[in-house]
């Protein structure tokens, strides 16, 4: 029957069906083999998940009793967990953000990065960095930043990584910037931002940011810079900074609150746009809520518009995990315990994910066919 359809028919029935049918559907025959494999078909299907909202959600938890770290995958519609998997890598790696179907791990202290597609089971380690893994004595090896995307004009996914050597008695860095292509299967330099990161950024054992062709971190910065958005072009490979709303922003923190609050400011994907999570707090630090910001423009500060406020909490001291349909919110409770948050009848409803204290982390996901081997 594959040799009397026509292949247009063909290829448009195949369009509708999940990965792991069309990965069986490989051994039907040569000409359908060709067909699945190629990278027409294979953007020709992501195009049909965008268009038709077939949408995930990712979770990565911790099982409590062998500490092994295990991804979910949820019903976007429904948030019931479809089916779940060990993370292909021990801990401490971290998802650091999707894009297409490709899941970015990270490890903090070693700068192992490897690409993962869970719907193929494919991983691949991506090659050692060529910035300096030689720390000079009294030096500290600091990363500052990591982003995952995709580069439209090349039809290519890249990695962006800043690193610096940095000096605590004086503060001296010496920062340097590189992109990885999976194209390439390589590392490139590139210029590093004409603006200082802080060396204490929390934002790489999170995640980054990805919409429209920018990746999007939160280092804080400080001196001139503090309070700003970093982001980076896939596309050109610059760098852009966005000034914080000034509301937003603190003269300046005690321990208590850093100590505490290490993510006072965190960076979402809402609508397409970037949004900045802000946590408020009063000055007895009793209560707590979160202010909702929206970006319109990258690199325009006059474009920041809030939203919305999600509190206050008292007893509950939430982390925000990101946003489901109609402003609800997915936060991690103080047990490991994901929580739907409803801003307008303030309900809080418990799902079937739970994990170790401050263990979960929560991505946007679709599944596709596209492999971590680039155009090879």
Sequence with gaps: ?????PEDLVTEILLWLPVASLL?????????????????FITKHILHNKKNSNTLLLVKTRDEITENDVVSTLSYETLQVLHSQPLPLPPPFLVLGSCNGLVCLHDNYALRVVLWNPATKETKVVPKSNLPHFVPAGHKLVIDGIG??????TNDYKIITLLSLYDPPSRGKMAQSEVYSLSADSWRKVDTPP????????SVRGLNTYTNGIASLMPYGYGDNWGNLLSFDMSNEVFLKTPLPDDVLLDE???LVLNEFSDWAKIFVLNESIAL???VWDKGMTEICYDIWLLLEVGVKDSWTKLFSIGPFTDFKPRLLGFWKNDAVLFEDLDGQMVLYDPSTKEMTNLPIHGGTYSLQL??????????????
């Design 1 to 5: 029957m594959a040799k009397e359809l």
């Design 195 to 202: 603006f200082s990161i802080s060396p204490f950024c929390s």
């Design 277 to 279: 999570v802000v946590l």
């Design 253 to 255: 923190l005690s321990d």
């Design 24 to 40: 069986r559907c490989k051994c039907v025959c040569k000409s359908w083999y060709a067909l699945i494999t190629h990278q027409k």
């Design 148 to 153: 995952f995307g995709f580069d439209a004009k």
């Design 363 to 376: 991505v946007t996901y679709m599944e596709t066919l596209v492999s971590v081997n680039g155009r090879k």
